[in-house]
């Protein structure tokens, strides 16, 4: 049964103040997009209200780079939040200025974070953003923190597991799980942006992370489900979960219910095929009705199945692609 797409993943911004080795290439400048090439606010609540909400969309995630750089990010927040359509908004940020905008986010209307976490070691954790001036950690933990006492709920801290840099921290990020509702999403390191690495580390099948945690505690699954490609399971007793994003050793594809737009307004029906893409921002600014807009990406949802990328066999991805995670949107 093909998988209703309700769910729109916004970038907002490509820019990021970290620079995640499984995000972006290791030593290589990007081109970020200019500021006048951004979908502007008002741009980005048309294409909501005239397209995307139309054909059924009512689920969105903000995302970047790093959306907390975007200077409106919390008035775009507040108007997504207020659509009567919209069901469900999150927002998934590497966390480092959240202390100071965990509060106006929650006013404005944005209950759902998700965090990136990749490592409790303040040393880890810099060799993996790639931090080379006085450590980020501690202020990324403080509004971890701080999202917390406002009331972020669900909280989830999300973990790009990289065999020998951080996978050894497995079992120290799920314990997070056992005394707060702070649910930690395990993810299997993909190939998108920074190829080279992937090929000398490759990834960690979630099965593996699974039995590591079940060996340790015990495991069960969850009575929750989410929205996304998690598969979700808990510690016995625990007040969190723990949920496994399997992309490259379990293919969920088939089930896969989103599509991505990029700062610079881009429609993208699938994370791993860049096949089908929609230049949505250039077709606005040259005139073309939004009703034609409406038209074009009702066309794209019910090719999107034979788009979704099924090709790979367990965890083999070939082919090269032409922007890195952080320019996608994640």
Not at 114 to 137: E, H, M, V, Y
Not at 146 to 153: P, S
Not at 193 to 206: I, K, M, T
Request: aromatic share 8%; glycine share 8%; charged share 20%.
């Amino acid at each position: 049964m093909t998988p209703t797409v309700d769910y729109l993943r916004i970038s907002l911004i490509d820019r990021c103040n970290f620079r995640c080795q499984y995000c972006m290439p290791d030593g290589d400048e990007l081109d970020y997009v200019l500021q006048q090439n951004l979908l502007t606010r008002q741009e980005l609540l048309s294409l909501l209200q005239e397209v995307f909400i139309p054909l059924g969309f009512r689920r969105f995630r903000l995302t970047g780079g790093e959306p907390l750089l975007r200077p409106d990010v919390v008035a775009i927040a507040h108007e997504i939040a207020t659509l009567p359509e919209t069901e469900d908004l999150a927002m998934t940020t590497n966390g480092f200025l959240l202390a100071q905008l965990a509060q106006p986010l929650y006013d404005a209307g944005l209950h759902r974070l998700n965090i990136s976490l990749d490592s409790l070691d303040a040393q880890t954790f810099d060799k993996i953003i790639g931090n080379r001036g006085k450590s980020r950690w501690q202020r990324t933990w403080e509004g971890i923190q701080k999202a917390y006492e406002v009331g972020f709920n669900p909280l989830k801290l999300n973990m790009v597991v990289i065999p020998g840099v951080n996978d050894g921290e497995v079992l120290d990020m799920a314990a997070l799980s056992l005394e707060r509702q702070w649910h930690i999403r395990f993810i299997e390191f993909m190939p998108i942006g920074n190829g080279h690495l992937f090929e000398h580390n490759g990834w960690v099948a979630s099965e593996t992370l699974r039995e590591q945690i079940r060996q340790r505690w015990g495991l069960e699954a969850a009575s929750v489900t989410g929205a996304g490609p998690a598969d979700i399971f808990k510690i016995p007793g625990a007040q969190g979960t723990l949920g496994f994003i399997s992309q490259m050793s379990e293919c969920f594809c088939d089930r896969c219910n989103r599509m991505r737009l990029s700062a610079d307004g881009w429609l993208r029906p699938c994370l791993l095929n860049e096949t089908g893409q929609l230049n949505l921002r250039n077709a606005l600014r040259e005139g073309v009705p939004l009703s034609q807009l409406r038209e074009q990406v009702q066309t794209l949802l019910q090719l999107k199945p034979e788009i979704n990328f099924k090709e790979r066999d367990m965890g083999n991805s070939s082919g090269t692609y032409q922007r890195t995670m952080s320019q996608i949107g994640g």
